[in-house]
């Protein structure tokens, strides 16, 4: 499956096959420095998977979920995320340049900045 998407992307569509599939099961994978760029992928689930390096630029990602994630230097440029889900993953070091994140979530804790505690009454 990612084999053949990396002929795809090498032949410019003329052998292999793109990556597409609607509400895959991804979870728990290393995919470190695996190349998914343009794959049409809405819905996917890539909990708890290693995505170091990955990348997927002008893929179609709407409505997946990175729950988990290690996402260190993963490359979503130009990616359609639109309504995916970064929750409880570390995105600070992704690069998302032209990405669409219209209603995305994003685990604001990965940020790392201090939070003053409450008032006391």
Not at 22 to 32: H, P, S
Request: glycine share 10%; proline share 4%; hydrophobic share 35%.
């Amino acid at each position: 499956m990612i084999l053949d998407h990396r002929r795809w992307l090498d032949s410019d569509g003329r052998a292999g096959a793109r990556l597409e599939g609607d509400d895959l099961n991804l979870t728990g994978y290393d995919l470190d420095f695996v190349d998914l760029s343009r794959a049409r992928l809405p819905g996917a689930d890539f909990g708890t998977s290693s995505l170091r390096g990955a990348r997927f630029v002008e893929a179609e990602l709407e409505n997946s979920g990175y729950g988990y994630c290690a996402l260190e230097g993963a490359n979503f440029s130009r990616a359609k995320l639109t309504w995916a889900s970064f929750v409880s993953a570390d995105h600070t070091r992704a690069c998302f340049e032209g990405a669409e994140t219209e209603h995305t979530q994003w685990n604001e804790d990965a940020y790392r900045t201090p939070r003053l505690p409450d008032p006391q009454p």
